[in-house]
Structure formats: C-alpha cells, structure tokens
C-alpha cells in the first residue's frame, strides 16, 4: 500500500470515528408533547398538558361557534363538555408523547352512529387548525400533530 492511501485510509478511520463518536452522544429529540409551547392571555409561558389544554378550550369553543358542526356539541351538559375536553387533552396529549393515558372508548365505538361526514370532518380539523394558529403553535408541531391525529378519520367519518 502507498504512503498516500495509507494516508486516505487513515483520514477515512478519522472521519468515521468521528461520525459515530457524535451520533453516539446525541441525545433524542424532545417530543412533540415537550415541543407544545404557548403563551397564555396572561403572558405566562405554558407547556405540556396546560398548553395543551388551552388549545383543547379553543378548538372546543372554535366547534361551538361554528355551523358546519355545532349541532353536536351545543346540547352537551357542562358535565359532558368538561369530560369531553378533559378526553381530548388526554388523547391529544397521549399522541405527541406525552405522560398521559387516554381511558376514553376507542373511536369507532364513540363515533358508530352519528353519521359525521366529510363535510364535517374538514370543518373539525379547520377548527383545530384555527385554535392552534391562535396560539401560534409552529408549523412543524402543527403538522406533526395533525398527522398523529389524522388516521382517526376512518374511525370516525361515516360511522
């Protein structure tokens, strides 16, 4: 072997000694759960499950106001709502990575029946999507979270 592919051999090593050395060391990415950041009408900076609340009282009242689905929600019982919310935290929370437990009924079996469609299901998301617009939620969480949630559409819609 020549001095000069000793040489490249050698820088090679290096550089992937070096490569795995960093990967080794890196620490994962926070969760979406720790990246849910807000700032509250008071100016407190929230996180985590109080962020997510928040979000989750906006969205429910962002549902109550609109026409396209309001009809669902506005004979709930304020027992109904309050568990409702505290539901959707749970989930909400439970899917970014969270340390909460959704113990509520899966999604067909809460949604079988109530004939929602498709019409409806966009109304929904663009609500969520306006409460966490409100609370300036960035583009990447926003994405991520809805992406998590999506695939419940075919548990719900139709049902």
């Known amino acids: 072997m020549t001095r000069g592919h000793r040489i490249s051999r050698s820088l090679l090593l290096l550089l992937l000694f070096g490569i795995v050395s960093a990967c080794a060391t890196m620490e994962p990415a926070p969760s979406l759960y720790k990246r849910l950041t807000l700032v509250d009408p ?8 109080a962020a997510i609340a928040l979000m989750v009282d906006d969205f429910v009242a962002n549902l109550v106001a609109d026409p396209r689905v309001n009809k669902r929600f506005t004979s709930l019982q304020p027992a109904a709502v309050t568990k409702f919310k505290s539901n959707l935290a749970d989930q909400i929370c439970e899917a970014a990575g969270g340390p909460c437990s959704y113990l509520g009924r899966d999604m067909k079996a809460t949604h079988t029946g109530m004939g929602i469609t498709e019409a409806e299901w966009n109304a929904t998301v663009e609500d969520l999507v306006k409460a966490l617009d409100k609370h300036k939620i960035g583009a990447k969480e926003k994405s991520e979270l809805l992406g998590l949630l999506g695939p419940m559409k075919g548990e719900i819609v139709g049902r």
């Open 42 to 49: 008071t100016g407190t900076p929230q996180a985590g499950r």
